[in-house]
């Protein structure tokens, strides 16, 4: 079992940047698919981001250009660095791990273990 800790929301204007943070104990994070996910307030939780266990990554076309994950696994973290960032990034975003190699990254179901979020505004 893995434990996340998200961390590194904040409130920027627009065209600004922000890197958050997801910090796993418990195991190590290379053992899982890890996606960034985010939900603003009436809508479902939306896929943003995802690295699979080769260091792959894949991103939601609302994001592409302006979004980067990456992963230390000396310090067993995952980030996500947010530039440009525009009004409807605002959500509260949440960090994911998937044990098994199914499911799309697109699908909330895939994943096993969430973080308890962080929240992103960005003013107009």
């Known amino acids: 079992q893995v434990q996340l800790v998200d961390s590194g929301g904040g409130s920027v204007q627009a065209g600004g940047s922000l890197r958050l943070s997801c910090v796993a104990s418990g195991r190590t994070l290379c053992r899982y698919d890890m996606s960034w996910y985010r939900q603003a307030p009436g809508k479902e939780r939306e896929f943003v981001s995802g690295i699979d266990r080769d260091g792959g990554p894949n991103y939601a076309d609302s994001v592409k250009g302006r979004f980067t994950i990456s992963q230390d696994n000396a310090k067993n973290t995952l980030y996500l660095q947010m530039n440009s960032l525009k009004p409807e990034d605002t959500a509260m975003y949440y960090c994911?791990?998937?044990?098994?190699?199914?499911?799309?990254?697109?699908?909330?179901?895939?994943?096993?273990?969430w973080g308890q979020g962080t929240q992103v505004t960005v003013s107009s």
């Open positions: 994911a791990a998937a044990r098994g190699y199914q499911g799309s990254w697109y699908s909330a179901a895939k994943y096993d273990y």
